[in-house]
T-cell receptor, first 113, second 115 residues
Framework: GQQLNQSPQSMFIQEGEDVSMNCTSS?????WLWYKQDPGEGPVLLIA?????ELTSNGRLTAQFGITRKDSFLNISASIPSDVGIYFC?????????????FGGGTRVLVKP | GAVVSQHPSRVICKSGTSVKIECRSL??????MFWYRQFPKQSLMLMAT?????????EQGVEKDKFLINHASLTLSTLTVTSAHPEDSSFYIC???????????FGPGTRLTVT
């Protein structure tokens, strides 16, 4: 099915660094969600965004719903080792039936050796 | 709140047998649940939408006779992989929608290995 374009695909972090990832879509979304998935587990909802331009924080996480409604970004400030995992963006199109989501390909966050 | 469980967490079965996976919303009622599969290092792929009391809606390319879905109550949906083959080996994840937030909360996933 359709996927959102999520970048970067992977990144290495050093403790204390800020990290950023984003998602873009060719179509308009009315909801943007960010999930984190640890190995062997299901995704956990981090932040939900419902309005264009909305900026929402959850602890060290900040996400924004793009003005064009076709993109969103997630920032993690002062990263710590437990931030390692895979982050997925997900969007709900205005044309989506029911509560269906479209997922990005994921950003794999790894610790610098 | 919004806790979703799956059982079993891991299952190994022989080729040709059937396997049932349960998805339960523990502290809320979910009229809609979703089933996804995820291959290693890939994103989640929606298989079907499960609605309580009605037939599931399958995504294009997903065989409804192979992946049987039953949403018998507001807290339980089951996925049965029939006549499993090695290529069905994957990580199966369910999600449930809360009426309060109208968002999907995911279960911990089930690792299926078909030998």
């Amino acid at each position: 099915g359709q996927q959102l374009n999520q970048s970067p695909q992977s990144m290495f972090i050093q403790e204390g660094e800020d990290v950023s990832m984003n998602c873009t879509s060719s179509s308009i979304f009315n909801t943007w969600l960010w999930y984190k998935q640890d190995p062997g587990e299901g995704p956990v909802l981090l932040i939900a965004l419902y309005k264009a331009g909305e900026l929402t924080s959850n602890g060290r996480l900040t996400a924004q719903f793009g003005i064009t409604r076709k993109d969103s970004f997630l920032n993690i400030s002062a990263s710590i080792p437990s931030d390692v995992g895979i982050y997925f963006c997900a969007g709900r199109s205005i044309k989506a039936a029911g509560n269906k989501l479209t997922f990005g390909g994921g950003t794999r966050v790894l610790v610098k050796p | 709140g919004a806790v979703v469980s799956q059982h079993p967490s891991r299952v190994i079965c022989k080729s040709g047998t059937s396997v049932k996976i349960e998805c339960r919303s523990l502290d809320f009622q979910a009229t809609t649940m979703f089933w996804y599969r995820q291959f290693p290092k890939q994103s989640l792929m929606l298989m079907a939408t499960s609605n309580e009391g009605s037939k599931a809606t399958y995504e294009q390319g997903v065989e409804k006779d192979k992946f049987l879905i039953n949403h018998a109550s507001l807290t339980l949906s089951t996925l049965t992989v029939t006549s499993a083959h090695p290529e069905d080996s994957s990580f199966y994840i369910c999600s449930a929608v809360t009426a309060l937030e109208n968002e999907q909360y995911f279960g911990p996933g089930t690792r299926l290995t078909v030998t």
